[in-house]
């Protein structure tokens, strides 16, 4: 009878280790089809099952799956945007390079003039100048979108940032014979960086000197509001399509009819990501041949009354 009993107990033991290893086996092929689903697919059909250890290994490999499936979707749009700003700024830099590449070879016939030598090196310059530029400001401005670079801001006076933003277009100005007029107004305390606030301001300077016609006028205007104080850049030169204030801000967007100046459609994208950062904005009123309207918006300082 015992003998009876412990053979009993042993086939009931080997069939329940029989039917253990069935289940579990059943476990492990769920598993391997999940992380087969997900490698040729990405994803992976997860069902909802019953409290138990396996469905918690279950879950498991569910949420590492995800934290990968978001990774590699963040490091793919890292990818593009860096693919991206390659592709542009290769473009950019394309002519100002070719140009610099052709004033070289011109500069090495001996038969050249003082004169045109001397024409030939000033324009290699410029060019040179101006792939710098590119690469600091498309640099500054990827960092800035990447929160790399950032910078505090304060309620401080904005007369003096707007007379440092004057102050670096003014040699422009000068050589095109147009005026920067700064109407008189009272200073006022206004959240924002000096430093990169001025660089804001000079970059939409920059621009109403660089399209606008000798002999004519820059007028910057402060007007006050109730929450934001605005600082307005007008100028009178070739304007802008209504259908082309948002786009003038993009990333090396430039405007059909400005196509004959010299430009790199990255001034105003790095003003508008400047103010940005200081709970700023600004905006554009134009008309094609009426000249345009820049109209930077800083918060005002907030006095408590007690």
């Known amino acids: 009878m015992t003998q009876k009993l412990l053979t009993g107990g042993l086939v009931l033991a080997l069939a329940a280790v029989f039917l253990l ?43 590492l799956l995800n934290q990968a499936e978001k990774k590699e979707i963040q490091a793919k749009k890292e990818r593009d945007e860096v693919a991206a700003l390659l592709s542009d700024l290769t473009h950019q830099l394309k002519t100002p390079m070719a140009n610099v590449i052709m ?47 950032s910078f505090s801001a304060e ?7 707007i007379g440092q933003a004057v102050s670096g277009v003014y040699a422009q100005a000068e050589d095109k014979n147009i005026t920067i007029m700064v109407e008189a107004f009272e200073d006022r305390k206004l959240y924002h960086n000096p430093k990169w606030t001025a660089e804001a301001l000079e970059n939409i300077l920059d621009n ?21 104080t605005q600082i307005e850049i007008t100028d009178q030169g070739i304007g802008i399509p209504r ?9 090396f967007y430039r405007s059909g009819n400005a196509a004959q100046t010299q430009g790199s459609g990255l001034g ?13 904005y600004v905006t554009a009123v134009s008309r094609p041949g009426e000249g345009s309207s820049f109209r930077v918006f800083l918060l005002n300082e907030v006095l408590t009354v007690l």
């Open 243 to 251: 259908g082309e204030y948002n786009k003038i801000f993009q990333r």
């Open 208 to 228: 109403a000197v660089k399209y606008s016609p000798s002999g004519s006028t820059v007028t910057v205007r402060v007007y006050p509001m109730e929450l934001y």
């Open 155 to 161: 309620y401080i006076g904005i007369r003096e940032t």
């Open 268 to 280: 105003l994208y790095l003003a508008q990501l400047i103010l940005n950062n200081e709970k700023g």
């Open 21 to 63: 290893g069935l289940y579990y086996l059943k476990c492990l092929k769920r598993m391997q089809k999940l992380l087969r689903d997900y490698q040729e697919t990405g994803t992976a059909g997860f069902s909802t099952m019953k409290e138990t250890q396996e469905s918690k290994l279950e879950n498991t490999l569910q949420r």
């Open 103 to 149: 004033y070289t070879e011109l500069l090495e016939d001996e038969s050249l003039k003082a004169e045109e030598r001397e024409r030939f090196t000033h324009l290699a310059g410029t060019q040179a100048k101006k792939m710098q530029w590119l690469l600091e400001n498309m640099l500054k401005a990827s960092q800035l979108e990447k929160g790399i670079i």
